[in-house]
Structure formats: C-alpha cells, structure tokens
C-alpha cells in the first residue's frame, strides 16, 4: 500500500503534487518523493512524512509542469534504506522515471531475466526498480532513435503485463514526451484518472490513488482506470488510452474498503464510507446472533477507520454509541509502522481510553480488522484499566489467516493471530469476554452491494490467490525474505 500521484498542467506542478500526497499521507509514512520535468527531470525524496520531508529550497528545485509524487510504505525491501524511497530512475530509452502501488510476485524470475537477458544493472531490492526496468526494456524494444508514439508505448505496456505478475498501480514521466499510468490485470489497487479546464489553454490532467485527491484539487472524476488499462498524456495535453491485457478481471483488494483508504474516497465505482457503513449492518446481524442479551451496554469505535461500521452495528442493536478512546493524530497508523515493537510501543501513545465511558459498563468494541492481534489486545487491557465490566471486541473485517502479497505488510503466517488458531483461542490470547469476527462473504456482499464489480481480492482472509501462481514455496520464501 503507498500513495501515488501524477500531474500534467499549463502550471508548474511541484505545489500540486505536494498537496495531493498530503492527502494521500495515510497510504504511507516510511518516505516520501516528488519528480518533475520541463527540459530535464528534477527528483526530490526523502524518509518521513510529508509535510516533515520538503522544506522551500526542495520545492522550488522541483521545476516543471509534468510530476508525479509517491508515499511509501514499505512491503518490499528496507523501509530504513532512503535509496528504495520512490520515484526510481532509469536513463533509457529517453530517460523515464516511475512510481509504483502494488507488489510483484515473481522478482526472483524478474530480476534473474534483467541481469541476464536485458543486461540491466539493479541497484537495490525495491520492485518497484525491477518495474521500471522492465518498463525501460519493452519501451527499448519498440522505439528507433528518439520518436516515440502512443502505439510503441502501448505495446511495451502490452509486453510488460505478459512479463510482470503480482499487483501494481504505476505511473510514469517519459522526458520530453508525456505521463504514462497503467494498472495490473486484475486491478488490485486502485487508481483514478480526473481532468480540469483550464481556459484557452486546454486543460489539466491528473492520476491518482484516490478520489479524494482528484476532488481537493477541484478536478472533474472521468473514471477509474480499468484492470490491464494504459493512459498516455503528452506534455500538451493530449490523452489516449488503450486496454493492454489479453484478459483483464476486475478483482479490487478488499482491504481497500475495510482499511486501507479515506472514507471520502470512491475507488471502482464504491463508495469508502458506504461500504463501511454496510460492514456495520452485517456485523450488527452476526453480534446479535453470538452475544447474550444484555451483555452490551455502548458500542465504541476505535477511530478513526472503524467509525462508519460502530455507528451501523449501534443504530442496528438499539445501543447507545460512545466514543470512549481518544486519539493522538500526531502518531502514525499503527497497523503501518515496521515491526511488533514498534506498533505495540506506539498503541497507548496514539490512543487514552476516557474512564468515565468505561467504568462498570459492558462494552463492545468495533475495530475494522484484527490482523496481528497487537493493537486489539493493548485496546482490550486498556478498556479493563479504565474500568469497563466487560469486553465484546468486535472485527468489521473476518479472520486474516494468510499472508496478503499484493502490497499490504502481512508476509508472515506466525505473525497473524488468527493463522492456525480458532475464534475462542483468538478470543484468549486478546484477553476479550466475547471475540466476533464478520463473516467472509458478508464482508463481500456489503462492499460489492450496488456496483458492477463482481469479485473482491481476499487472499488474506481465504488463502485463495488471484494471480495463481503464489505457490507454498512462494509464501515460505516471502516470509524469509520479506519484513517481518
């Protein structure tokens, strides 16, 4: 999951650009980086948040009317090593340098085929290098000299998804002819294309992971980028576009809804916050289901993702809604920090449960996923000392049992809390009186209700990869390799 973001304009970009990943910060914290181009590229990129990252001289060396940004929050390679920040660099054909949301799923066969076949040099572990290069080498192959048209660039795109496997929302400069975003075949992650007039000059256009980015800025939403599709928009302008997989399927992530993206965002054609708020309605029927009359006297979100779900699962029971944890919005998501101790350091620093909505009451706690059971138990322990009778923890999203490999931090089976344990264990190990997780295709039914899409990406919950070639062998090198 990373934050991702490009821009052709009549004026200088390096503000917009900015602007957007700040509202794109949620998507990733570890780094941060800005790449504009007029007659040459200009790159920028630094560890750290955004508004931490830029100081004035930075943004006034990011020159052009052509950029792209990127919020990393790493699942492939080192989060502390500043050279795998994005964007990446590779200086032919042209010079093109690129920014990637997504994981590849098959680097080993990728990187083995650059050195060898391609004669490409890689210089770190990030795949979102190997991306660039195998875009590089497709666009070397189809071009002669220096002219380059939206054919040649669509068959390289053609070629790359024949190459690539894993999930990859991508955007790119080409010096000195234009900005190029594509979309894996199953379009994993999201990515939406939006335009604004901008008198008699033409008009801007933008791509970006969210919605909400497109409509900050005051740009029309024209669509979704669709699975296996590529964009092309020349510096004047001009936009093309062509679908550039043989057999393109719609299959989102479905963590995108649970809790990866801004309620305010509408990616595929579904709303964030809706999908949440149905969430909580399917969760409210399962808790009513599973826990004793009487047993719940306030329902509590832990914010600010779960809030939607809470509300429903309160409205739903004829329960009073309360909202019993205070939270430090000056430390990060915690699900996205690097490492057990740093999250489980960081849980009572973003969150205070306020004792007075606790004492002697029987509370039911609605988070939006239990993945490594951390937070949950911190969340748990907290509600006791603050005073709370009993504790009901609830999950709007249903067991995570299995590595997630198309770009979310969940790499290893141990680390999950639900791999290889039943909800009762589940429920001991949190220290909760009642554990209930959503069930896996209410979660399915309440965020596809009312669109065109068909299926969802749940690999994480059902073990069943889209991609079909995530093999045990696979899983077990991930986990060796991989954060941890």
């Given at each position: 999951m990373c934050g991702i973001v490009g821009i052709v304009s009549a004026q200088p970009v390096n503000q917009q650009v900015y602007d957007s990943l700040l509202l794109l910060q949620h998507r990733g914290q570890d780094s941060t980086g800005i790449a504009t181009a007029d007659n040459t590229f200009h790159m920028f990129k630094a560890r750290g948040q955004v508004r931490e990252a830029y100081r004035t001289r930075d943004m006034r060396s990011l020159t052009g009317t052509m950029g792209l940004g990127h919020c990393r929050y790493a699942t492939h390679g080192s989060a502390a090593n500043e050279e795998e920040a994005q964007p990446f660099y590779v200086n032919a054909p042209y010079g093109i340098i690129l920014v990637h949301n997504g994981n590849l799923t098959n680097t080993r066969e990728l990187t083995q085929e650059l050195f060898h076949v391609d004669r490409r040099h890689l210089n770190t572990s990030s795949d979102t290098e190997l991306l660039v290069n195998v875009l590089a080498n497709e666009l070397q192959e189809q071009v002669s000299g220096s002219e380059l048209d939206p054919d040649q660039i669509f068959t390289a795109i053609s070629r790359l998804h024949e190459r690539v496997e894993g999930s990859y929302a991508a955007i790119a400069l080409i010096a000195g002819h234009g900005l190029l975003a594509f979309r894996d075949p199953y379009g994993i992650r999201p990515l939406v294309l939006g335009r604004r007039a901008t008198g008699f000059v033409g008009q801007d256009w933008i791509v970006a992971s969210e919605s909400l980015v497109l409509e900050s800025a005051g740009y029309e939403i024209v669509r979704d980028l669709e699975p296996g599709e590529a964009v092309f928009i020349a510096m004047d302008g001009e936009m093309t576009s062509r679908q550039c997989a043989r057999n393109p399927r719609l299959i989102p992530c479905s963590f995108e809804y649970v809790y990866l993206a801004r309620p305010d965002s509408i990616m595929n054609g579904i709303s964030v916050y809706e999908a949440r708020l149905r969430l909580g309605d399917r969760l409210a029927d399962t808790i009513a289901k599973y826990t004793p009359r009487g047993d719940i006297d306030v329902v509590m979100p832990i914010p600010d993702s779960s809030r939607p779900a809470a509300m429903q699962v309160a409205q739903k029971l004829g329960v009073e809604y309360r909202e019993g944890f205070y939270k430090n919005r000056y430390v990060g998501?915690?699900?996205?920090?690097?490492?057990?101790?740093?999250?489980?350091?960081?849980?009572?620093?973003?969150?205070?449960?306020?004792?007075?909505?606790?004492?002697?009451?029987?509370?039911?706690?609605?988070?939006?996923?239990?993945?490594?059971?951390?937070?949950?138990?911190?969340?748990?322990?907290?509600?006791?000392?603050?005073?709370?009778?009993?504790?009901?923890?609830?999950?709007?999203?249903?067991?995570?049992?299995?590595?997630?490999?198309?770009?979310?931090?969940?790499?290893?089976?141990?680390e999950l809390v639900a791999h290889g344990r039943k909800i009762p264990e589940i429920n001991t190990e949190l220290g909760s009186d009642y554990l209930i997780y959503q069930e896996v295709a209410d979660m399915q039914a309440a965020i596809l209700e009312g669109s065109n899409v068909s299926a969802l990406e749940m690999s994480c919950f059902t073990g069943d990869y889209i991609t079909g070639t995530v093999t045990p062998e696979y899983l077990a090198w991930v986990e060796v390799n991989q954060l941890s």
């Amino acid at each position: 999951m990373c934050g991702i973001v490009g821009i052709v304009s009549a004026q200088p970009v390096n503000q917009q650009v900015y602007d957007s990943l700040l509202l794109l910060q949620h998507r990733g914290q570890d780094s941060t980086g800005i790449a504009t181009a007029d007659n040459t590229f200009h790159m920028f990129k630094a560890r750290g948040q955004v508004r931490e990252a830029y100081r004035t001289r930075d943004m006034r060396s990011l020159t052009g009317t052509m950029g792209l940004g990127h919020c990393r929050y790493a699942t492939h390679g080192s989060a502390a090593n500043e050279e795998e920040a994005q964007p990446f660099y590779v200086n032919a054909p042209y010079g093109i340098i690129l920014v990637h949301n997504g994981n590849l799923t098959n680097t080993r066969e990728l990187t083995q085929e650059l050195f060898h076949v391609d004669r490409r040099h890689l210089n770190t572990s990030s795949d979102t290098e190997l991306l660039v290069n195998v875009l590089a080498n497709e666009l070397q192959e189809q071009v002669s000299g220096s002219e380059l048209d939206p054919d040649q660039i669509f068959t390289a795109i053609s070629r790359l998804h024949e190459r690539v496997e894993g999930s990859y929302a991508a955007i790119a400069l080409i010096a000195g002819h234009g900005l190029l975003a594509f979309r894996d075949p199953y379009g994993i992650r999201p990515l939406v294309l939006g335009r604004r007039a901008t008198g008699f000059v033409g008009q801007d256009w933008i791509v970006a992971s969210e919605s909400l980015v497109l409509e900050s800025a005051g740009y029309e939403i024209v669509r979704d980028l669709e699975p296996g599709e590529a964009v092309f928009i020349a510096m004047d302008g001009e936009m093309t576009s062509r679908q550039c997989a043989r057999n393109p399927r719609l299959i989102p992530c479905s963590f995108e809804y649970v809790y990866l993206a801004r309620p305010d965002s509408i990616m595929n054609g579904i709303s964030v916050y809706e999908a949440r708020l149905r969430l909580g309605d399917r969760l409210a029927d399962t808790i009513a289901k599973y826990t004793p009359r009487g047993d719940i006297d306030v329902v509590m979100p832990i914010p600010d993702s779960s809030r939607p779900a809470a509300m429903q699962v309160a409205q739903k029971l004829g329960v009073e809604y309360r909202e019993g944890f205070y939270k430090n919005r000056y430390v990060g998501r915690t699900f996205i920090m690097p490492g057990q101790a740093e999250r489980k350091k960081s849980v009572k620093q973003k969150l205070n449960a306020m004792s007075s909505e606790f004492r002697g009451k029987n509370i039911l706690i609605v988070d939006d996923s239990i993945v490594r059971g951390t937070t949950s138990k911190e969340i748990v322990q907290m509600a006791r000392e603050a005073g709370a009778n009993k504790v009901t923890f609830t999950s709007a999203a249903p067991p995570v049992r299995y590595p997630h490999v198309y770009g979310i931090n969940m790499p290893s089976r141990h680390e999950l809390v639900a791999h290889g344990r039943k909800i009762p264990e589940i429920n001991t190990e949190l220290g909760s009186d009642y554990l209930i997780y959503q069930e896996v295709a209410d979660m399915q039914a309440a965020i596809l209700e009312g669109s065109n899409v068909s299926a969802l990406e749940m690999s994480c919950f059902t073990g069943d990869y889209i991609t079909g070639t995530v093999t045990p062998e696979y899983l077990a090198w991930v986990e060796v390799n991989q954060l941890s």
